[in-house]
């Protein structure tokens, strides 16, 4: 904690006032670029990893970066998506996992690593990601281990933008190109970012150099059934 409280100091004294000119913009309202689904993984840092400002994302963080799907009682991840877009005025949503996910290992761990009686809400919560589990029961069983948990955390991503499309406002809007949806895998020990490609079925890495128009755009249309595949930097 006490690492915490100099930061606060720290941020206070120097950071805040080296962006005061931002910060007083803020103050008036906020008009961020996007909607960033992620995992509550405290390695997971949206504006270190899109080099972003405060103000620029509408983060949105759970276990598993994980949407209920319309009609589940006490959503609020759906709520803040739908505040985002209708009031916020955002049109692109991204659903972002990554590598090494504790949620994925868990969801299709057959030792049940999460317990149910000593974790009972987590297990209640996974209970959202069913459909990835079967995906992975019926596509991967070739995979073990890290390589298995991170192919669920791609399938995730996918499945979790289904979900966002039971939201009336999102499905309205999409079918009118008015949001765009993205489906992005964050590689921990490298620090890259893959996107998901619809047409290819397949993430792909964001270039090293500069993103061109076409990349990480639109890319999370209504999925085929091929699986995704991807190469082994992000497998491995």
Same mark, same amino acid.
């Given at each position: 904690?006490?690492?915490?409280?100099?930061?606060?100091?720290?941020?206070?004294?120097?950071?805040?006032?080296?962006?005061?000119?931002? %910060?007083? #913009?803020?103050?008036?309202?906020?008009?961020?670029?996007?909607?960033?689904?992620?995992?509550?993984?405290?390695?997971?840092?949206?504006?270190?990893?899109?080099?972003?400002?405060?103000?620029?994302? %509408?983060?949105? #963080?759970?276990?598993?970066?994980?949407?209920?799907? %319309?009609?589940?009682?006490?959503?609020?991840?759906?709520?803040?998506?739908?505040?985002?877009?209708?009031?916020?005025?955002?049109?692109?949503?991204?659903?972002?996992?990554?590598?090494?996910?504790?949620?994925? &290992?868990?969801?299709?761990?057959?030792?049940?690593?999460?317990?149910?009686?000593?974790?009972?809400?987590?297990?209640?919560?996974?209970?959202?990601?069913?459909?990835?589990?079967?995906?992975?029961?019926?596509?991967?069983?070739?995979?073990?281990?890290? &390589?298995?948990?991170?192919?669920?955390?791609?399938?995730?991503?996918?499945?979790?933008?289904?979900?966002?499309?039971?939201?009336?406002?999102?499905?309205?809007?999409?079918?009118?190109?008015?949001?765009?949806?993205?489906?992005?895998?964050?590689?921990?020990?490298?620090?890259?970012? %893959?996107?998901?490609?619809?047409?290819?079925?397949?993430?792909? &890495?964001?270039?090293?150099?500069?993103?061109?128009?076409?990349?990480?755009?639109?890319?999370?249309?209504?999925?085929?059934?091929? #699986?995704?595949?991807?190469?082994?930097?992000?497998?491995?």
């Amino acid at each position: 904690m006490q690492q915490l409280v100099e930061g606060i100091h720290h941020f206070h004294n120097i950071g805040f006032r080296e962006r005061q000119e931002l %910060f007083s #913009r803020l103050r008036n309202g906020q008009e961020p670029e996007a909607c960033m689904i992620t995992c509550a993984d405290s390695r997971i840092v949206p504006n270190l990893i899109t080099n972003s400002e405060p103000g620029e994302l %509408f983060i949105v #963080r759970n276990v598993g970066n994980i949407i209920p799907c %319309f009609g589940t009682s006490n959503n609020g991840e759906m709520a803040a998506i739908e505040y985002a877009v209708v009031e916020l005025g955002i049109q692109d949503i991204i659903v972002c996992g990554h590598t090494g996910c504790g949620a994925m &290992k868990a969801l299709v761990s057959q030792a049940a690593t999460i317990d149910a009686g000593r974790l009972p809400h987590v297990s209640s919560w996974l209970r959202h990601a069913q459909a990835t589990l079967e995906i992975v029961k019926d596509h991967y069983g070739h995979l073990q281990g890290e &390589k298995l948990a991170n192919a669920a955390a791609e399938e995730n991503v996918l499945v979790q933008l289904e979900h966002l499309r039971t939201l009336p406002v999102i499905a309205s809007r999409v079918s009118s190109g008015r949001v765009r949806l993205h489906g992005w895998m964050y590689k921990i020990d490298s620090g890259e970012v %893959f996107y998901f490609e619809s047409e290819a079925g397949q993430f792909l &890495k964001f270039g090293d150099a500069s993103v061109s128009a076409s990349e990480g755009v639109a890319v999370a249309g209504r999925r085929e059934e091929k #699986r995704p595949r991807t190469g082994t930097e992000l497998h491995g």
